[in-house]
C-alpha cells in the first residue's frame, strides 16, 4: 500500500510508521503547509494533534483534519483513518464502549471529538471508507518527555523527587496499538466505514501500582510523595477500554500487559 503517514514524527506516527515499513508499505509523510498529495495513496492515517498548547488545539485538531478529509474526498484514496483520543467521552469512570456518551470538559477532549464528528459525517455523505481509531493510554518507546514512564525514569537515573497523585489509566503498549491500525488497514471496507474501534487493555492499572511495578523493575526504590488528590480536574480512578468491537469484527486483541510493557520500557533506554 501507499500510505500518508500526518503526524510521522510524532511518538503514535514514528512508531506506526516503523511497524507499515516493517510490511514494506510505502510510508509517504506528510507535513504542514502542504496544500494537496502530489498522487494517489491507498490511505491517509492522521496521527497529528495538539494537547498541550490550547491557542493550537482547534488548528491542529480540527483544521488540518477537516483539510485531510477534503483531499481524501477529491483524491483518489481508498481508506482514511483517523487516530482519536479515549479522552473524547470526558472524564467516565469504568470501561468506555464505542457508543459510549461523550460529554468533553476540556478544548482537548472537544476539539478531538469534533474531529471525529467530522470524520463520521464526511464517510455518510460521501461514502467514504473513514474510521477513528481511539487508543487507551498509550505508552513505550521514546514518549513524550512529561509522561508518566520517562518523568519515572528520570527520578530513577537522576535521583528526582517524583509525586504520585490519584488515577488510573488503561495503559496500552504502543506495538499493540500498530497492530490495531494495521488490522483497520486490511479489514473490509463493510467493516470500517463510518465505524469507530476502541484499543485497550480492559484493565484499569492506578498511578500507585505503577510506581511499584517501575520500582519493582529497575531494583529501586524512589523518593516519591504520594498524593490523595488528583493532578487534572478530569483524571479518574477507573479509565479504561470496552475493546470488545475491535476484537469481534478486527479480530485485534492487546499481547502486552503492563507489567511486561514496563520491563521493555525500562530495557530500551539503556
Not at 42 to 59: F, K, P, S, T, Y
Request: net charge neutral.
Amino acid at each position: 500500500m501507499r500510505i500518508l503517514l500526518v503526524g510521522g514524527t510524532g511518538f503514535v506516527g514514528s512508531h506506526l510508521r516503523r511497524r507499515l515499513e516493517r510490511d514494506s508499505h510505502e510510508v509517504i509523510p506528510f507535513y504542514r503547509g502542504e496544500i494537496s498529495i502530489p498522487t494517489y495513496v491507498d490511505a491517509i492515517i492522521n496521527c497529528a494533534g495538539e494537547l498541550d498548547r490550547v491557542d493550537q488545539m482547534v488548528e491542529s485538531n480540527v483544521k488540518l483534519a477537516t483539510d485531510l478529509l477534503r483531499l481524501a474526498n477529491t483524491t483518489y484514496c481508498l481508506r482514511f483513518i483517523q487516530i482519536g483520543s479515549s479522552s473524547e467521552t470526558g472524564p467516565v469512570e469504568g470501561p468506555r464502549a464505542e457508543t459510549t456518551p461523550c460529554q468533553p470538559s476540556n478544548l482537548y477532549e472537544a476539539t478531538k471529538l469534533a474531529a471525529t464528528n467530522l470524520c463520521l459525517g464526511y464517510a455518510r455523505q460521501f461514502d467514504k471508507d473513514i474510521c477513528i481509531a481511539r487508543p487507551f493510554s498509550l505508552y513505550g518507546f521514546n514518549d513524550k518527555p512529561r509522561k508518566m514512564l520517562p518523568t519515572l525514569w528520570r527520578a530513577y537515573k537522576e535521583d528526582l523527587p517524583f509525586s504520585c497523585f490519584c488515577g488510573g489509566h488503561d495503559w496500552t503498549h504502543i506495538d499493540d496499538f500498530s497492530e490495531g491500525i494495521v488490522n483497520l488497514l486490511h479489514a473490509p471496507r463493510e467493516v470500517t466505514k463510518g465505524q469507530i474501534f476502541h484499543f485497550g487493555t480492559g484493565r484499569s492499572t492506578s498511578n500507585e501500582e505503577i510506581v511499584r511495578l517501575f520500582e519493582g523493575t529497575v531494583g529501586k526504590k524512589l523518593d516519591v510523595t504520594h498524593h490523595t488528590g488528583r493532578f487534572r480536574s478530569y483524571d479518574v480512578m477507573d479509565w479504561r477500554a470496552d475493546w470488545s468491537k475491535a476484537k469481534e469484527r478486527l479480530g485485534w486483541e492487546p499481547k502486552i500487559a503492563i507489567e511486561e510493557g514496563i520491563t521493555h520500557f525500562v530495557k530500551e533506554q539503556t
